[in-house]
């Protein structure tokens, strides 16, 4: 084996320790790899092994491919058809199921991220199905924070949720209050203040 020269101070006393790090991709779960480090036993400089870059890489293609599966299976499982989703966003027949079957090609990057951000709001395909008019955009958005907010409550049965919304000449007034049940109430009325003796 040809001799490992140190960068720093020309040693030869170079040694080559492997350890394992950790990837992850959104959607796309994570996974270890080892990597090299040339550690210098004379002046302690440690660097990067340069086959790591090709390894990481390697590594994080495979899990943007498996990210890119997982988003489209589950959307499927949602009920959104690799053709529906198509149709919606004005993709070229097949492009998605492209995507998702040809194991030897890779989904550019911009891909990804249209997916990953329809699987984290997939209500955007409804959005898109209506042409992204605005109006329309708009109501489906506050039906789905709508929801959102009865699973927080489900989520949180310990708080209370109450919310209204109040019209005055100048100002609309809307608004959503979160409480922990256990917190006595503050009612002001007047120049008194009452704690409800709960
Ligand atoms: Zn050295």
Redesign the pocket.
Known sequence: MEKVI??????D??SIEEHEIELSEPYGGSSTVKIKEKV??????VEDDDSNDLVIQKELSMLKRISMVKVLDELNAMGHTTASMERALGLPARTIARWKNERSMSPSASAIALMRIIRTYPWVLAVADMQFDHVAARKILLQHAAKELVKIRAEHPEYTVTSSAQKSENHLELFIKVSKESIPETVSSGNYVFESLR
């Open positions: 140190c960068t720093y101070c020309g040693k006393a170079v210098c036993s004379h002046c302690g400089f």
